[in-house]
């Protein structure tokens, strides 16, 4: 049997000619159906914005209810959860009859047009002292530099002090491995525990001298020699005024403290933080690079060496220290306070 060649009615052209900035000449690929390349891009983009335009537009005001709805604690409105996910808060929408139908990704680009993070969480503690705004209002005048209005003298010295109790000796059960090609350092999970010191130290906040002792628990005792160690030697004992910044540890809280150590060393002035604002003593921030830096990971075979690498890099430290570039004003204290004065603690964390 034989068959004749098929014809096609449809008249060939020759694609068209397409002329660059650069004055360079192509011509657009024809498709099986005859079409080229450019109209079919045109079509598709026709498509992509039609699409667009048909995509659901949702009012303000659904909006606005889906953004209270992830302000909400899921367990005031009966759901057994501990906080929301954007799908779960999408869900939760769509059972409210707030939306029709919504997907999470659409409430997740919602929720970051206001920072409106739901998923995570920050712990805070509400400020309780009646006098929060005085008392640190007079620490923060002092990294500034004044006290009750004026200007410190050229004789006058601030310092922080503070513990860090109950450092582990953590004796690993196998060698911890240095840091090699494709991996850092490797430490054996498994270890025994041997013992626990308290690390005291104090930090002149404008010399970024630091002077530090180790105990076996923390005290009065312990901390009183911390004090003795700085302020009998040069240029503290023979200073106009030190003052020290403390927080309300037991060994150093209320008026029974200021008038022991202020008894033993009549030049200086011992100034509390707030209650529940050890944040705001420098101290803090050096135990925080102590920790980084020398307590992490925990590898030691004894409390002796546990002592003797911090001593070790207090004068370490020392030698590259500065003092640190304090930011937090009396202002941005006005303004963390006025949030807390508004029931806003999800936006009390300074």
């Not at 060649?5 to 060939?12: D, H, K, N, Q």
């Not at 079509?43 to 009012?59: L, Q, T």
């Not at 498994?190 to 404008?206: F, P, S």
Request: with cysteine.
């Amino acid at each position: 049997m034989w068959f004749a060649r098929r014809r096609s009615c449809t008249r060939l052209t020759a694609p068209p000619i397409r002329t660059s900035l650069s004055g360079s000449t192509s011509r657009a690929r024809p498709s099986r159906t005859g079409e080229d390349g450019s109209a079919r891009r045109a079509c598709k983009a026709s498509r992509i914005n039609r699409g667009r335009a048909a995509r659901g537009v949702f009012p303000p005001a659904q909006i606005a209810e889906v953004k209270a709805l992830a302000c909400e604690l899921p367990s005031e409105n009966g759901v057994p959860l501990s906080r929301y996910s954007s799908s779960e808060i999408a869900r939760e929408a769509v059972k409210r009859g707030i939306v029709a139908e919504i997907s999470g990704t659409t409430v997740w680009r919602w929720l970051a047009e206001d920072a409106i993070r739901p998923w995570n969480y920050r712990s805070w503690i509400f400020p309780r002292d009646p006098n929060f705004a005085e008392k640190a209002g007079r620490v923060l005048d002092l990294y500034e530099g004044r006290w009750e209005g004026e200007l410190l003298h050229p004789g006058d010295y601030v310092v922080c002090a503070d513990e860090k109790p109950s450092i582990q000796a953590r004796h690993r059960c196998h060698p911890t491995l240095g840091a090699a090609p494709g991996s850092g350092l490797r430490v054996e999970h498994e270890y025994k525990r041997g013992g626990a010191l308290c690390y005291l130290a104090a930090w002149d906040v404008r010399r970024a001298k630091i002077f530090d002792r180790c105990a076996p628990k923390d005290g009065i005792v312990p901390f009183d020699a911390l004090v003795e160690q700085f302020m009998s030697v040069e240029p503290y004992r023979s200073a106009q005024r030190v003052f020290v910044i403390v927080d309300n540890g037991s060994a150093h809280r209320g008026q029974r403290s200021i008038d022991r150590l202020q008894g033993a060393w009549p030049n200086l002035i011992l100034v509390h933080t707030p209650v529940h604002a050890s944040w705001l003593n420098q101290a803090e921030i050096f135990f925080s690079v102590v920790q980084r830096k020398v307590l992490t990971p925990n590898d030691f075979p004894d409390l002796d060496a546990v002592e003797q690498r911090l001593h070790a890099f207090a004068r370490h430290y020392e030698q590259i220290a500065q003092p640190f570039r304090w930011k937090f004003t009396r202002q941005d204290l006005h303004k963390l306070l006025a949030r807390a004065d508004d029931h806003q603690p999800a936006r009390l964390a300074a």
